[in-house]
């Protein structure tokens, strides 16, 4: 097979593997407040749609299937040389804010935030780091723009295409790892999690003790970390920014926009709510109205009969 011909298999199924459909809901949270609060050095742990994120989250178990770090924008980075190296893989403007993410299908590349709007984002930040450590921390990502995903990468798109059951549990450990001296880019853990260690600021070190029982702290291989070790570190503060304000004087759950109908919402739809009265009208005037049934009280009957009784003892 020619170069050029795997190379185009190559990339229709990277894309075949980043698609992402549309979003369904409505996010959970206030992006407009998290615009404005984000902090350059935040990392971004995000809910994917692809089905490449569909994988990662079968296999770590969280949902969270994509890690960025934050940046910033242009006027905000004093560093001239690094304003330049942005510029030299973007085209973006002064105020706009970016992130550094690594992508299946293009590498280590700038994104603008809003790019990832529609998605259920989570802020982690780092506890406690220095400014100048902050910087290096940056710098360190910014210096790997235009790297390739890692080639090994190849090896896991052929895992993942597989039932996760029938593969050897060793394979389960060595998925997202690389050897040492390939390139940087690995997955989009692995990028930030080797800036960090850069200035050894801790995500999840390995802790045991030494032969005098004094405690000695080991940086983990980053290709090891997945975007759920931001959340569950202990040295990254978790930012959220509810739909919802809830330092404002009322208190927030009092002014969420429940729905006066009772009715109750599971994966699969909508339910009546069996324990309220008002369910049981809504039920009533639902069989009323023109259906398809040919016998309607029947199936206002088999309805009925499958709530428990009012607490009023009326049917």
Not at 48 to 77: E, F
Not at 146 to 170: C, E, K, M, T
Request: aromatic share 10%.
């Amino acid at each position: 097979m020619s170069k050029s011909v795997y190379r185009k298999l190559r990339d229709k199924l990277d894309a075949w593997l980043s698609d992402e459909p549309p979003p369904t809901n409505i996010m959970p949270y206030d992006f407009n407040r998290l615009k404005f609060e984000i902090r350059p050095g935040d990392v971004l742990i995000i809910e994917g749609r692809s089905r490449v994120s569909k994988i990662i989250r079968t296999i770590t178990q969280s949902p969270w299937t994509h890690a960025a770090l934050y940046i910033g924008r242009l006027i905000d980075i004093e560093d001239e040389s690094l304003q330049q190296m942005i510029r030299s893989h973007a085209d973006v403007k002064d105020n706009t804010r970016l992130i550094i993410e690594d992508l299946l299908d293009h590498g280590t590349v700038i994104t603008p935030l809003n790019f990832y709007h529609h998605h259920h984002i989570r802020i982690c930040r780092p506890i406690g780091i220095t400014p100048s450590d902050l910087h290096l921390v940056m710098s360190y990502a910014i210096k790997a723009l235009g790297q390739p995903y890692n080639v090994r990468h190849l090896l896991d798109l052929a895992r993942f295409l597989l039932p996760w059951s029938i593969l050897p549990r060793r394979w389960g450990s060595t998925l997202f790892r690389t050897s040492q001296g390939e390139a940087e880019s690995g997955i989009c853990s692995s990028l930030i999690a080797e800036a960090f260690s850069s200035v050894q600021f801790p995500i999840l070190p390995y802790v045991k003790q030494n032969d005098e029982l004094e405690v000695e702290m080991y940086n983990r291989n980053p290709y090891l970390y997945t975007p759920k070790d931001f959340d569950y570190s202990p040295y990254f503060e978790i930012i959220k920014y509810p739909l919802f304000n809830p330092e404002e004087p009322l208190p927030y759950y009092r002014r969420l926009p429940w729905s006066k109908s009772g009715l109750i919402h599971h994966d699969h739809g909508v339910l009546l709510a069996p324990h309220h009265n008002r369910a049981r009208k809504i039920v009533t005037e639902t069989v009323k109205n023109p259906s398809t049934s040919k016998n309607k009280e029947q199936e206002k009957k088999a309805v009925l009969e499958k709530l428990p009784p009012s607490d009023d003892g009326k049917e």
